[in-house]
């Protein structure tokens, strides 16, 4: 199931009719709502913008529906909740927003519900205006987590899939650190991790000159030999190997390679397809596609449904399941003051 469809079938919708969007649809909407926007009213949370706790500022919440993608916006304000000093808006799906809370004195955070086992969380560093919109959908009860990430500083809004395993987001953006609960969330040391990732992922693509980047679906991650992910990079197809264990982003980047996908004849991948790629023995790997109806057998399996377009291989690709650090032993607490006898303490009085 594309990402689409499973956001869709992760909210509500019906996977036949709404649901049934290819990957295509997806960027196309999250490239052109801001035209449908201009139409809507937008909705406030607070009838009061909420005071930061040195009292520099103030914020509220802003948001628009244009269907199933919207935009949350917030104003940044005087103490008095008068002049609005900066504005920092991110494209969102489905946004309801909800609890505002000052994480610090700088930094501010909204929740949006947007479905069923799906939130948001849009972060804002006041000072600045600085923008971050993290969305988690849980497809299925227990199962893994699907990671969007938007940023205000990019070459681009528009939000940037990721590949998970479990609870964890591994790439493009390396988060270890994801909160398990929803209080933590909403702590510095979170936003601090968030703040980081995107930076080291920013810092990568100016690096490799990447303008576009968006992510296909479905990634292959195997154990001692790392995880492959197929992206459309500037226009093209790309496969794209990474460790999946690296405890660090620079660890990651460092060791992150890119190939193109070059088929043969180069007219054989549909440009709206759904690339696959597929570990197949040691460091080998082929890059498959889904047949259209059309052309496949009518009897035909979910297997005999997929072609293979590229065969290739990564050489030197190895990988070692990631060790969370060993937190720092607990200082034993000093211990009290005996008390002091008070029949001894009364004697000294006397004397």
């Known amino acids: 199931m594309k990402f689409f469809d499973r956001v ?6 019906r996977k036949h009719g709404a ?13 052109s709502f801001m035209a449908a926007l201009c139409c809507g009213t ?3 949370l607070l009838n009061k913008p909420v005071v930061s706790p040195d009292g520099r500022f103030s914020a509220n919440v802003e948001w628009e529906n244009a269907g199933f993608i919207g935009l949350m916006r917030m104003k940044i304000c005087s103490p008095a909740g008068g002049r609005v000093s900066r504005i920092a808006e991110l494209p969102g799906m489905n946004p309801e927003p909800a609890n505002l809370v000052w994480i610090d004195s700088e930094w501010l955070a909204c929740e949006s519900f947007m479905g069923d ?7 804002v560093h006041a000072p600045s205006g600085r923008a971050l919109m993290l969305e988690i959908v849980e497809p299925r009860p227990g199962g893994a987590w699907l990671f969007t990430v938007a940023a205000s ?3 681009t809004s528009r939000p940037i899939q990721n590949v998970a395993a479990a609870r964890t987001c591994l790439f493009p953006l390396l988060i270890r650190s994801m909160p398990s609960d929803e209080a933590a969330f909403f702590t510095s040391a979170f936003v601090a991790s968030l703040v980081a990732a995107n930076d080291a992922f920013k810092t990568w693509r100016m690096r490799e000159k990447i303008v576009s980047f968006d992510l296909h679906a479905e990634s292959d991650i195997r154990a001692g030999i790392g995880a492959l992910a ?22 990651m980047y460092s060791r992150v390679r890119r190939q193109k996908i070059a088929p043969d004849p180069p007219s054989a991948i549909d440009p709206a397809a759904e690339l696959r790629p597929r570990w197949t023995g040691g460091n080998n790997f082929v890059i498959e596609d889904k047949l259209q109806h059309a052309d496949a057998p009518a009897t035909a399996t979910a297997a005999q449904t997929r072609r293979i377009v590229m065969s290739g291989r990564v050489e030197g690709a190895i990988d070692k399941p990631y060790v969370p650090p060993t937190p720092a032993p607990t200082p034993a607490p000093t211990p009290a003051p005996a ?13």
């Open 339 to 351: 008390a002091e006898n008070k029949s001894a303490k009364d004697h000294r009085k006397k004397r």
């Open 230 to 251: 197929v992206a459309d990079v500037n226009g093209h197809h790309e496969v794209i190997y990474f460790p999946a264990g690296a405890a660090a982003p620079a660890e």
């Open 153 to 155: 500083d990019g070459p």
């Open 117 to 123: 086992n799906a939130s948001g969380f849009f972060y």
């Open 19 to 31: 649901g049934r969007f290819t990957r295509l649809a997806l960027i196309t909407l999250h490239t």
């Open 8 to 13: 869709m079938y992760s909210l509500g919708a």
């Open 42 to 44: 937008p909705q406030t």
